[in-house]
């Protein structure tokens, strides 16, 4: 028996991943489909394996999923309109906190979930034969490969290549045959799906990944043991990534980087003692984070 736990231990899948369902704008539906829809999305998002890596339990990464149903489709009773929130984080050294890796909204999404129809995804087959059933499968496997991208992205430089690419294998193989899935294409607009992976692996906006490794691993993970060392790190980086986005203004990567990390660079750059000297910063801040500026200004 305790070999067997011992087993079981080390071959932990990679997801901790805690998924809600809210359904109260659904109507004359059996709340029974709702409890089976959080528990099969659960399943498959912390049994599939989604890496080659053994994980043990407490090196799993932490995910929340709430999905907010908003409607249900005339054309199918099992196609339900929804917005997906998606967090997650990853433990910093020597401390209790975690970090916030995506803190991200994706809407307008479409999909279908028949209660007694199991999921399943096949990377060599992500469109499936039913493309808005298949398209919840997507869906969950492009955003596990692409927080298992940056986890290991956060550990290692570009050391999580290897699932943003297939991160982007999703996207290029996504269901296509229903003209209401979107968020796929370069074509449904430049805030999406496509547009985050592929500016990910682009390498004009290397220097992102660059510093979200040196900001994790050289930064935030010292900041116990050499602060003031780790806030150079941390707030350093803030200077190229400034460049990128001179260069890339409209640039979903930033915007999408910021919504995670905001609180984070706020609370670090408090903890510089003299207000003279977070003036370039939050000058930085203020322009690349717009939504974010009365955060930053307030350091002054």
Known sequence: ????????????????????????????????????????????????????????????????????????????????????????????????????????????????????????????????TDALSSNLTALLAYYSYLIIGL?????????????????????SNAPEQSKNITGWKSVDGTHNRYWIIDELLNTRFQDIRNYWYSMHREGLDNMYSKPADSRVKVLGGLYKMFNVNKENPSSVLVQFFFNAKSDELA????????????????????QMDVPNTAKYSALK
């Open 151 to 171: 986890d290991y992205d956060s550990f290692a430089l570009n050391g999580g290549t290897v699932y943003l690419k297939k991160a982007q294998s999703v996207v």
């Open 1 to 128: 028996m305790i070999l067997c736990l011992l087993v079981l231990t080390g071959r932990a899948q990679e997801l901790n991943c805690k998924v809600t369902v809210l359904h109260d704008k659904i109507s004359a539906v059996d709340p029974v489909v709702f409890t089976s829809m959080q528990r099969a999305i659960s399943d498959f998002m912390n049994t599939h394996k989604w890496t080659t890596d053994d994980f043990a339990v407490n090196e799993k990464i932490d995910v929340t999923l709430l999905i907010n149903l908003t409607g249900k489709s005339s054309a199918d009773n099992d196609a339900y309109t929804a917005t997906f929130s998606i967090l997650a984080s990853r433990p910093v050294f020597n401390s209790s906190y975690a970090s916030p890796l995506v803190n991200y909204v994706d809407k307008d999404i479409l999909f279908k979930f028949s209660q007694f129809v199991p999921l399943q995804f096949d990377d060599n087959n992500v469109s499936g």
């Open 267 to 286: 609370h670090v750059l408090a903890q510089i003692p003299a207000s003279n000297d977070r003036v370039p910063y939050i000058t930085m801040l203020s």
